[in-house]
């Protein structure tokens, strides 16, 4: 099921990153637990009611004057409205409305999607006298919180979680495969996107209805029906924003929540950078199969007399995390090796749905037993007793042991390249669940 994104829209020193973290707490990363990626505060995990959405913060930049302040503003907006299902718009209680405010509110209001206005700094009755005035924004009836001292966090994120898209009924399931094509700003997104979506393959219907409907693009490929996961604006190609690394972030995790194959889209111009690795990072730690594509390899072979392997390597130890992932090189421009992608997007896919039988899984984990003894700790030894497939996409492995402070890192590591070896699981992350059975 796709989980909602609601954004957090406001000018700078309403209060939005105070009431981001208190409806984040600690759950706040970029990517968790990905080695060698910078941490940053961009995007967080919540749950709310036994809701789970993801809270982005559109700010970041702090501007100086009031025109960059406005010209922030709109971007911020902008990427909200590319990106997000509900908007949390938040202005000042103690400063009252101001121009910006209207301003926004009015590129808003026009979205259509659903903008729950919040009033910070709401603390006591004398302040809320001024929650009239936020009607002249045409937002519907103004919520009064205090991000500081979490007061009307419940209210608001109750009416915030009624605004949720409604999900498909019973049995409505979208089972087509959904692709996800993600790289920096000009590595090649929209021309690879438009090879793929165009000529032979047809563009099936553009179904309108639902927000996010208008923004996937369906299309064929032998027969069977694709979606493509853009988000509006990398459709659009807003130059706007594009120059600005957070905003290719905060996109990036938008359509990565709605697919299931990732495209991580390399400029072999560029070579590999710390961005490419923290936009992979986003499809690993969300748990989705991802296909590394080296673009405009027409452009690098004519300078380097490609030397391919030397890339690869780079490639793999910029994104060690992610070494399941199959590399292919291409030319999004001139069609080189452009088969290659749908071909390797329904290998991987294969293999984010596999199911492996408990007979054979435990076979090969006995085995891997057999081979590399189990660690050991002041004369206690890890047992293995059991394991089974919990879950598929990504391929999720329950092991039951018998204390689960003795199953090392490393021994983790090892189990997992040992169902690797046995299984392939190509193109996908592979989770462990471990289980303590007394
Ligand atoms: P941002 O620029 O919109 O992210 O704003 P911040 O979250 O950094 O907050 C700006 C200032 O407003 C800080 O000094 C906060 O302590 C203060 N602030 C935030 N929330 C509240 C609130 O609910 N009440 C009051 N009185 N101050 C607040
Ligand atoms: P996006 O910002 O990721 O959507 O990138 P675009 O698709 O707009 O491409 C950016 C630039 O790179 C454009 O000028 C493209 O013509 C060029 N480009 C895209 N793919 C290739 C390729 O395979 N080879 C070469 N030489 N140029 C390419």
Same mark, same amino acid.
């Given at each position: 099921m796709v989980k909602p994104i609601v954004a957090?829209?406001?000018?700078?020193?309403?209060?939005?990153?105070?009431?981001?973290?208190?409806?984040?707490?600690?759950?706040?990363?970029?990517?968790?637990?990905?080695?060698?990626?910078?941490?940053?505060?961009?995007?967080?995990?919540?749950?709310?009611?036994?809701?789970?959405?993801?809270?982005?913060?559109?700010?970041?930049?702090?501007?100086?004057?009031?025109?960059?302040?406005?010209?922030?503003?709109?971007?911020?907006?902008?990427?909200?409205?590319?990106?997000?299902?509900?908007?949390?718009?938040?202005?000042?209680?103690?400063?009252?409305?101001?121009?910006?405010?209207?301003?926004v509110a009015n590129m808003i209001r026009k979205s259509m999607r659903p903008i729950v206005l919040v009033v910070n700094k709401v603390e006591n009755k004398e302040i809320e006298n001024n929650l009239y005035e936020f009607y002249n924004l045409g937002l519907g009836d103004p919520m009064p919180i205090s991000a500081e001292q979490a007061l009307g966090l419940g209210d608001m994120l109750d009416r915030v979680v009624e605004n949720f898209p409604r999900t498909a009924g019973d049995g409505d399931e979208d089972t087509r495969l959904k692709i996800a094509v993600l790289g920096k700003p000009n590595a090649g997104k929209s021309t690879l996107v438009n090879r793929l979506i165009g000529e032979e393959r047809v563009i099936v219907s553009d179904v309108p209805g639902t927000t996010r409907d208008a923004i996937d693009t369906p299309f064929q490929y032998y027969g069977e029906e694709y979606v493509l996961t853009d988000t509006a604006g990398l459709r659009r190609k807003s130059k706007v924003y594009d120059d600005i690394e957070r905003y290719s972030i905060v996109r990036s995790v938008a359509a990565v929540d709605?697919?299931?194959?990732? $495209?991580?889209?390399?400029? =072999?111009?560029? +070579?590999?950078?710390?961005?490419?690795?923290? /936009?992979?990072?986003?499809?690993?730690? *969300?748990?989705?199969?991802?296909?590394?594509?080296?673009?405009?390899?027409?452009?690098?072979?004519?300078?380097?007399?490609?030397?391919?392997?030397?890339?690869?390597?780079?490639?793999?130890?910029?994104?060690?995390?992610?070494?399941?992932?199959?590399?292919?090189?291409?030319?999004?421009?001139?069609?080189?090796?452009?088969?290659?992608?749908?071909?390797?997007?329904?290998?991987?896919?294969?293999?984010?749905?596999?199911?492996?039988?408990?007979?054979?899984?435990?076979?090969?984990?006995?085995?891997?037993?057999?081979?590399?003894?189990?660690?050991?700790?002041?004369?206690?030894? $890890?047992?293995?007793?059991? =394991?089974?497939? +919990?879950?598929?996409?990504?391929?999720?492995? /329950?092991?039951?042991?018998?204390?689960? *402070?003795?199953?090392?890192?490393?021994?983790?590591?090892?189990?997992?390249?040992?169902?690797?070896?046995a299984f392939g699981f190509i193109g996908t992350p592979i989770h462990l669940i471990i289980r303590e059975r007394k």
């Open positions: 957090v829209v406001g000018r700078p020193n309403v209060g939005k990153s105070t009431l981001f973290n208190k409806i984040a707490g600690s759950r706040i990363s970029i990517v968790e637990d990905t080695p060698g990626v910078t941490r940053d505060r961009i995007y967080a995990d919540c749950e709310w009611i036994g809701k789970p959405f993801t809270l982005i913060d559109t700010g970041g930049i702090e501007p100086h004057s009031n025109d960059i302040i406005l010209a922030q503003m709109r971007r911020q907006a902008q990427l909200a409205i590319d990106t997000a299902d509900v908007i949390v718009f938040i202005v000042d209680g103690r400063e009252g409305m101001t121009a910006a405010d209207l301003d709605r697919s299931d194959v990732c $495209l991580i889209l390399i400029d =072999a111009n560029d +070579g590999i950078s710390e961005q490419d690795a923290k /936009i992979a990072g986003i499809a690993h730690n *969300r748990g989705k199969a991802s296909v590394i594509v080296v673009n405009k390899w027409d452009a690098y072979e004519a300078k380097n007399q490609g030397s391919q392997k030397k890339f690869e390597s780079d490639v793999r130890s910029t994104l060690s995390f992610m070494a399941y992932a199959p590399i292919i090189f291409i030319s999004a421009k001139t069609g080189q090796r452009l088969n290659k992608v749908m071909e390797t997007i329904l290998l991987v896919s294969n293999e984010y749905a596999k199911r492996i039988t408990t007979g054979t899984l435990n076979e090969v984990i006995g085995e891997a037993v057999l081979m590399n003894q189990p660690p050991s700790d002041k004369g206690r030894r $890890l047992k293995i007793y059991y =394991a089974t497939q +919990g879950a598929i996409k990504p391929p999720t492995f /329950i092991i039951f042991v018998n204390d689960k *402070r003795l199953l090392h890192f490393s021994y983790e590591r090892f189990l997992e390249n040992q169902i690797r070896q």
